[in-house]
């Protein structure tokens, strides 16, 4: 037999592509750093868990059921979110997690010698998708810690299919208000597809927040991502969707593979939906947890970015990989900034009094 050549087979973008490791599971963390316990700040999660409603789903499921397929294309979620949104059930794909949906409209709408264009400081999956897929991903620095729309609408090109914008930022949480986002959407005037990641928004309070589902009959080229992961607190199901104008949405339905969606998934999200309760007491202590922060993080005198969604960023003196190394050893675990571009430092999820004070401990003794 001849050698495996992968020289020859593997295409140059993915040759250079760097695989992104993910963090060990739990139980050999809590071994390797010596912690009885482990308080999870890293990954945006809510720390109330799913609501009550979806949590009886999930008990209530038949095991038997595990043999049978799901529904192909999530059909009640899809009616349910119809009717929330006064749209066409044929107006959202679900997919699993919103890391999907980000794969459907690469695909969608890319060709060879096709660019994408999103932040610097974002959150990354736009351009590693779009860098393996074999497309070019611009990367527009923040300007004030914000998406620079003035920055994005100079590197728009003919090659240019989609723009990605993360609105409220994840990590920096700021978010462009409804009058910049639509100004910036009619200077595209329908050129090009516009993605906006709406990860957070159940968790923005301010009034001049846009929601962007509601633009969509008026920019049909408007494509909005929402996600189960966060408020509804169903990360570890794997379920998120988009939301766009209909002729937009069938188009992307045709690259994205049937069943990827679990049962329990879409009964669970299905159930989420109707929690207002949940969101409200979501908000509270997310609201308590960053009143408390901010007040403990200038008395330490560390500079810290904090807006909407339960994140915030904090600048520390030292090094953040050694800084989450410390915090682990005290079973706190929290997401190196490195990676994302903001050397030294760290972005921790607002959990509920007691834990940021454990952070606030655990911090405290490390510098
Ligand atoms: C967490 C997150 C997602 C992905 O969510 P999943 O539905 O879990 O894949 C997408 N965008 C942003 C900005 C996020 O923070």
Known sequence: MK??????????????????????????LKKLYHTPFLYRLNNNENSLGAPPAAQEVIKKFTPSRAAIYPSGDSYYLRQKLANRFHMDPDQFLIGNGANEVITFVVK???????????????????????TFSG???RLVPLRDYAFDDEGILERIDKRTKIIFICNPNNPTGTYWDKER??????????????????????????????DCISLIPEYPNLVVFRTFSKMYGLAGLRIGYLAGNLDVVNTIRKTCVVYSVNAIAQEAAH???????HIAKTRKYVKDGKDFLRKELIRMGLPYIIGEGNYIMIRLPI??????RKLMNQGIMVRTMTGFRFPNHIRVTISGLPIMEAFINGLKKIL
């Not at 969608?108 to 779009?130: H, L, M, P, R």
């Not at 989420?272 to 309760?277: P, Q, W």
């Open 271 to 277: 159930a989420a939906l109707d929690d207002m309760e």
């Open 135 to 137: 497309f070019e991903a």
């Open 181 to 210: 986002l639509k100004r910036f959407l009619d200077r595209i005037d329908n050129r090009n597809i516009v993605v906006v990641d709406e990860a957070y928004f159940e968790f923005v309070e301010k009034e001049d927040y846009p």
């Open 108 to 130: 969608a709408f890319c060709q060879k010698g096709d660019n994408i264009i999103t932040a610097d400081k974002t959150f990354a999956v736009y351009e590693w998708v779009a």
């Open 3 to 28: 050698p495996l050549s992968l020289d020859r087979l593997v295409p140059s973008y993915i040759k250079s592509f760097e695989a992104y490791i993910p963090s060990k599971p739990d139980e050999e």
């Open 319 to 324: 090094n953040d990989t050694l800084a989450y």
